[in-house]
């Protein structure tokens, strides 16, 4: 056999075996490849400081927010306590997930309110409300230079409308009804989160659609230690409503703009300083004045 033949057959052995690879995998492996580096990139990291700040759209009105983790153990399973604190319009929003509980400070009565939760929602670690059932491979992709594993959920299940910042409501409500599926996109390489994308169909009792498609995402990974962590945040909102006039979804898009895309950065990140415990205890948050107070109706 001479040399170019040998090169070949070598180099067509390498493209089957790779296809086969690629053929094969499925939403459980690019989870579970996913998961695994995760846990080995955070198994020296005991607790975590971010900083990031708004810089487009309407996250550029939120200001800076600070993200405090750390790792717990509790009822023998590995957890990271959560405290997220939010600027807006001058004053701190804190949020506590303390492993077992998620405390706020209620913006509209300035009541603490305290909330079971099995999670702190993360994008990170999507494994801990994924409903693998629902989920599907779909192949690969080129975003960005890079190659993706493209997977799929035909229903957003409740999995992963907690990882919305703001769920919708699932079926038939005052509003009508919703329906709609996301995909995600994992970077083939690192195993990192690279884009969400999920498309939401709204029908009213009358009979009206409307579709957001909401696209996220997470570029500029930067390697921190052992991890990697995403330096640019993205979002983008494209609505379609086939029922409206194009007077009207101009004038409605017109009121909604700063909403329709935004920018989020990574300032400063800091590891294992040793975080005091206190500082993801919600039983320390204090009641406080409302941040917003709803209008008196007048009396009749």
Avoid at 35 to 57: C, F, H, N, P, W
Avoid at 120 to 128: K, L, Q, S
Avoid at 214 to 235: E, G, L
């Amino acid at each position: 056999m001479n040399k170019k033949a040998m090169i070949l057959m070598v180099g067509g052995l390498i493209f089957c075996l790779t296809g086969a690879c690629l053929a094969k995998m499925s939403a459980q492996e690019v989870i579970n490849q996913m998961r695994g580096a995760y846990e080995q990139r955070m198994s020296g990291i005991d607790d975590l400081t971010m900083v990031t700040k708004g810089t487009a759209g309407v996250m550029a009105m939120m200001g800076e927010s600070t993200i405090y983790q750390k790792r717990a153990k509790i009822a023998g399973k590995t957890v990271y306590k959560t405290r997220t604190e939010v600027q807006f319009m001058g004053k701190p929003l804190i949020t506590i997930y303390d492993g077992e509980y998620e405390w706020s400070v209620d913006p509209i009565s300035g009541q603490v309110n305290k909330e079971k939760k099995d999670f702190a929602p993360d994008w990170t670690r999507i494994w801990e409300v994924l409903d693998l059932s629902q989920m599907q491979y779909v192949g690969t992709d080129d975003l960005d230079g890079e190659t993706a594993h493209v997977l799929k959920m035909d229903d957003l299940t409740e999995g992963i409308k907690r990882l919305l910042p703001v769920p919708p409501q699932a079926g038939p409500s005052e509003e009508g009804e919703w329906s709609g599926w996301a995909k995600m996109w994992i970077n083939a390489e690192n195993w990192v989160f690279m884009r969400m994308q999920i498309v939401m169909t709204e029908t009213s009792e009358e009979g009206k659609e409307m579709t957001n498609r909401i696209t996220s995402d997470f570029k500029d990974y930067r390697q921190v230690q052992t991890m990697f962590i995403p330096h640019q945040m993205t979002y983008k909102i494209e609505v379609e409503i086939p029922d409206m006039s194009p007077e009207e979804k101009q004038m409605m898009l017109g009121m909604m703009e700063a909403f329709m895309e935004g920018e989020m950065i990574v300032t400063k990140v800091e590891v294992n300083t040793g975080l005091p415990a206190d500082l993801f205890d919600g039983t320390k948050l204090e009641a406080g004045e409302p941040m917003f107070k709803m209008p008196e109706m007048p009396q009749q």
